[in-house]
């Protein structure tokens, strides 16, 4: 099957800081979606994005399925960005998504 | 405002005793989602519904079984819950036709004792 690497694993920031998530995939896709899984443990859709680059707020992403890898970029982290971020991938329009297994993000006043 | 429901949120069972948890949505979306995810663990695909064409993965369990009676319902039963089925267990939904995004409910924290 699809295999989806997240990195880094474990990233702590300081209130104010940007940073980048990386997410590598290692076959095409018709589907990817990044997540964030709050502390409650519910997962909020962030990005539906297959390809491209999208933005919502402070936070960004940008697929380049060419190279097979998508960046999730949070500006100005807040406290309350800190969870569990997730990239899933969907290949051949199965409606299966494979997960990677998450940045956690813990951001500090 | 259309969503994904999943209750209880926080259920106790104890080691053995058959459980229920229960989803729903208002999104009228054609494929219903189960994904189990344990502690500091990606959530792991259970099955699937399209419509009523139920998809088992491969590696889950015989111990867990589901139904959707209808388009917004859809029941996860553990018949004889183990230790180790202690997890978050997660509804979603989507539309079904490929490559589309997917809805997660709040999910449902399983305890067995």
């Known amino acids: 099957g699809i295999q989806v690497e997240q990195s880094p694993p474990d990233l702590i920031l300081q209130e104010g800081a940007n940073s980048t998530l990386r997410c590598n995939f290692s076959d095409s896709v018709n589907n990817l979606q990044w997540f964030h899984q709050n502390p409650w443990g519910q997962l909020i859709n962030l990005f539906y994005i297959p390809s491209g680059t999208k933005q919502n707020g402070r936070l960004s992403a940008t697929t380049v399925a060419t190279e097979r890898y998508s960046l999730l970029y949070i500006s100005s982290s807040q406290t309350t960005d800190s969870g569990v971020y997730f990239c899933?991938?969907?290949?051949?329009?199965?409606?299966?998504?494979?997960f990677g297994k998450g940045n956690q993000v813990v951001v500090i006043p | 405002d259309a969503m994904v429901i999943q209750n209880p949120r926080y259920q106790v069972t104890q080691f053995g005793k058959p459980v229920t948890l229960s989803c729903s949505q208002t999104l009228n979306h054609n494929v219903m989602y189960w994904y189990q995810q344990k502690s500091s663990q990606a959530p792991k695909l259970l099955f699937h519904y399209y419509d009523k064409d139920f998809n088992n993965e491969a590696d889950t369990p015989d111990n867990f079984q589901s139904r959707r009676p209808n388009t917004s319902f859809c029941f996860l039963d553990i018949r004889s819950p183990g230790l180790g089925d202690a997890a978050m267990y997660l509804c979603?939904?989507?539309?079904?036709?490929?490559?589309?995004?997917?809805?997660f409910g709040p999910g449902t924290r399983l305890t067995v004792l």
């Open positions: 899933a991938v969907e290949r051949g329009g199965n409606n299966r998504l494979a």
């Open positions: 979603a939904t989507s539309r079904g036709t490929g490559g589309d995004t997917q809805y």
